[in-house]
């Protein structure tokens, strides 16, 4: 049987800010088009659970009312710890413990959905197994950078690339 990988799953501008100040993303617009989802439903299917930051989850709800992960379960990495509810579980623990566990658990992927603060974390343990990084064709020159100075050096191994007709360009990598 498989052991699941997390896999972090994000877009970024091409100097690698995954938002604006005052986490704007409104960059991300400039590659919307009707039909084309670069891949994301196909993604959600080999996922089981999806961790993400206070931040980002509080962006989700902002903006959508609600988190639409019906089929798997989230944990949401949080200091603040808020009531548990539905498929959302609020986790202050250690992330190493929790990843092992869920590799242990899970049948499928971990989706490892963002913030900055989230990722550069997981980055320091050595957590992220995969990378798919979509490099949306813009500029931002400043805002929340994705990848922090601090992290270990990591090799990595190119599993492929594909290029998309609005710029975009996705990757997606593994450990060496």
Request: no cysteine.
């Amino acid at each position: 049987m498989r052991t699941p990988k997390s896999v972090l799953y994000i877009a970024m501008s091409l100097d690698g800010f995954i938002a604006k100040p005052n986490d704007d993303l409104s960059f991300l617009s400039i590659v919307a088009k009707l039909g084309e989802d670069y891949g994301y439903s196909e993604f959600i299917k080999a996922v089981e659970t999806i961790i993400l930051g206070r931040k980002t989850y509080d962006w989700v709800i902002k903006e959508a009312g609600e988190l639409s992960y019906p089929d798997q379960k989230v944990y949401v990495i949080s200091n603040s710890i808020k009531k548990n509810k539905d498929n959302v579980n609020f986790y202050s623990g250690n992330l190493n413990e929790l990843i092992t566990k869920l590799k242990s658990e899970n049948q499928k992927d971990i989706f490892i959905d963002g913030g900055a603060e989230l990722v550069n974390n997981l980055m320091k343990d050595n957590l992220i197994d995969e990378f798919i990084i979509s490099v949306i064709p813009i500029f931002l020159g400043n805002g929340v950078r994705l990848f922090n100075e601090g992290i270990p050096e990591k090799r990595l191994k190119l599993i492929y690339v594909k290029n998309f007709d609005t710029g975009l360009v996705q990757l997606k990598y593994e450990l060496a």
